[in-house]
């Protein structure tokens, strides 16, 4: 029985197609079969490559950084071409997933053999590589196209049927449950007033329960024609924000390079921009002269992108993100969007999965500190969460906690009333100086704030602050300083996320959010971000 050698199968591979026969026969004599069994390893990440490997029969999946990001199972898909042309160590990992038979090609043992004649050979492999990556563009472009469009379709009708829904539920609570509470509380009067009582406790029970639903109805009528720009040079992250976007009736525009983003700004309005890094003078440009809402979105650490913030007369809204978690970035997006287009920065909820129950406490005194922050992690312990992760989330809220009681009063000219006063000493605040203690999980995220009434907290003191820990000289501001300037770095470094709201002279409010699992906490480097009201 003949057996099939790799030549048999040039005819049939697109790739030789721009080889002469000639230029066949002496690649036949480099080229050999080789079979994989499933799980078999190809190519692996990071180590060299001499060889160029086109595919027959079977499927191989891609894997970058352990991660699955492709698959490849059609005949003549070609492996490895890119180590071959650029020398450079194989930058994923091929593996087979079915039983695998590909044509394995020595190219280093080849151009050897062809000495000087291997300059004719390679320029005819190189074009034959260009011909058909420019196909795999064309088709990769095509399918990118078809799934946009369907995507945008299908989100699209997700939200007009979800927006129904509350619309409906919202003409509930505005109507009939006023016209029910109306005829039961006649009923009250006229025949059985208890079971009247009852049934009003009910109605009552039934609005809480459908206040979040008309509440989100209200934010997506305000997110509705929102014009949004993102001055992003990065199309992995245009990406990211055009999907997150998709379908929630907010218009959004790209803008890779500063000068196209100017354009856009001087010929058009908008109600929120993004900018990275590289976009950020657009925000001296254009503070004074626009009414949107200016955001920095980085992927650099804290300490890289301080000073160029300094460098800023108005401090904008800061999101950091991880350039390798699409989901949190992802969230970032809708959430700081929600945050801008309802003109409402506050809120605990906001950052947690839709209809999670916050935990509110009032913080009144000094004495009853420890008291909040048990009854926070005996709350957390009775859902499950293991108490090494909880010793971190204590920790923080005995900073934050401190801050509300010591540092955050501040007089009517904006003088600290506490701060100067040892941590030992009581504090027993006034009813108009009490702070909000808050708290819950999604089952992904554990969620605490602290929120006190004074907003002396402003992003010079966070940013001063912040570069003077990573200076390694945490703690060397001025303590006289009202706000909670106290312990920002611990806070920060222990926290997977923290958020500063702050209204000045009015509000300021710490969020600090932490993976449940914490091997997800031990990727992550520090995240911070910062909102002020004032913000246009």
């Avoid at 197609?17 to 078999?40: D, I, N, W």
């Avoid at 006229?190 to 009247?196: E, G, M, Q, S, V």
């Avoid at 005995?398 to 000219?413: K, Q, S, V």
Wanted: aromatic share 8%.
């Amino acid at each position: 029985m003949y057996e099939k050698t790799a030549k048999d199968y040039f005819p049939s591979i697109a790739l030789f197609a721009e080889f002469s026969p000639e230029q066949l026969t002496q690649l036949e004599k480099f080229s050999q079969l080789r079979q994989f069994k499933p799980k078999e390893r190809i190519l692996i990440q990071g180590q060299k490559n001499i060889n160029l490997y086109i595919l027959i029969i079977g499927q191989v999946g891609v894997h970058v950084d352990g991660g699955v990001v492709a698959t490849l199972e059609q005949m003549g898909d070609i492996i490895g071409e890119m180590s071959v042309v650029t020398g450079e160590s194989v930058s994923a990992t091929i593996v087979a997933e079915t039983p695998v038979k590909i044509i394995e090609v020595d190219i280093d043992s080849l151009n050897k053999f062809l000495g000087a004649n291997k300059e004719e050979f390679n320029e005819t492999l190189y074009r034959a590589f260009a011909v058909t990556l420019s196909d795999k563009l064309r088709t990769t472009n095509q399918k990118a196209k078809y799934f946009e469009d369907f995507s945008d379709k299908h989100l699209s009708e997700i939200y007009q049927g979800q927006e129904l829904t509350l619309k409906r539920l919202k003409d509930v609570m505005s109507t009939h449950m006023i016209d029910l509470k109306e005829n039961l509380k006649v009923l009250q009067s006229k025949y059985d007033k208890h079971r009247a009582d009852e049934a009003l406790k009910e109605i009552k029970q039934i609005e809480r329960a459908l206040e979040p639903l008309v509440t989100r109805f209200d934010e997506s009528r305000e997110q509705k024609n929102k014009k949004v720009l993102l001055a992003e040079s990065n199309k992995k992250q245009q990406a990211i924000a055009k999907m997150a976007l998709g379908g929630t009736g907010i218009e959004i525009d790209l803008a890779t390079q500063i000068t196209e983003a100017r354009e856009k700004m001087l010929s058009q309005n908008y109600d929120i921009v993004f900018v990275n890094s590289e976009m950020i003078p657009l925000i001296g440009e254009f503070s004074n002269k626009t009414n949107a809402s200016f955001t920095l979105m980085t992927s650099e650490p804290i300490s890289e992108y301080i000073p160029k913030l300094q460098l800023l007369e108005t401090l904008p809204n800061i999101v950091s993100r991880d350039p390798e978690d699409r989901y949190f970035t992802s969230k970032n997006i809708v959430t700081t969007v929600t945050k801008l287009a309802q003109g409402d920065i506050f809120g605990l909820e906001k950052y947690l999965a839709w209809g999670v129950e916050v935990q509110t406490l009032t913080i009144a005194n000094s004495e009853t500190r420890s008291e909040l922050n048990s009854t926070m992690y005996n709350y957390f312990k009775s859902l499950g969460v293991r108490s090494s992760r909880l010793d971190s989330v204590s920790m923080v809220v005995e900073e934050l906690l401190m801050n509300a009681i010591y540092d955050a009063p501040t007089d009517a000219n904006g003088k600290s009333i506490y701060n100067h006063l040892d941590r030992k000493i009581p504090v027993v605040l006034k009813e108009n100086q009490y702070g909000k203690f808050s708290y819950a999980t999604d089952g992904m995220f554990i969620g605490v704030s602290v929120a006190d009434p004074f907003g002396a907290l402003h992003g010079e003191l966070v940013i001063d602050y912040l570069e003077s820990c990573y200076e390694g000289q945490a703690g060397s501001l001025n303590n006289q300083k009202g706000g909670a300037g106290r312990g920002l770095h611990m806070i920060v470094e222990a926290s997977d996320l923290v958020v500063f709201n702050i209204e000045p002279g009015k509000k300021t409010e710490v969020i600090s959010l932490f993976h449940i699992d914490s091997k997800l906490s031990e990727k992550n480097s520090d995240n911070f971000h910062y909102f002020c009201a004032s913000q246009k």
